[in-house]
């Protein structure tokens, strides 16, 4: 995928950010602080994304 400036700046759209999640927790059955750290982190970009679909949306 293409990222343009405006994309960039926005963030990963819910798709993108899903996908980067279920990409993080594929095949782990340990987590460590810092892998727990970064599961909020694209939690947080996840539902950033929704909200702002859903803002554009309506």
């Known amino acids: 995928m ?3 400036p405006q994309h960039a ?3 990963p759209s819910a798709a993108e950010a899903n996908d980067a999640i279920r990409r993080f927790v594929a095949g782990r ?3 460590t602080q810092a892998d ?3 599961l909020d982190r694209l939690r947080a970009a996840w539902q950033r994304a929704v909200r702002s679909e859903i803002v554009s949306a309506a």
């Open 9 to 11: 700046a926005e963030g």
């Open 36 to 38: 727990l750290a970064e």
């Open 2 to 4: 293409l990222v343009t």
């Open 29 to 31: 059955t340990m987590w």
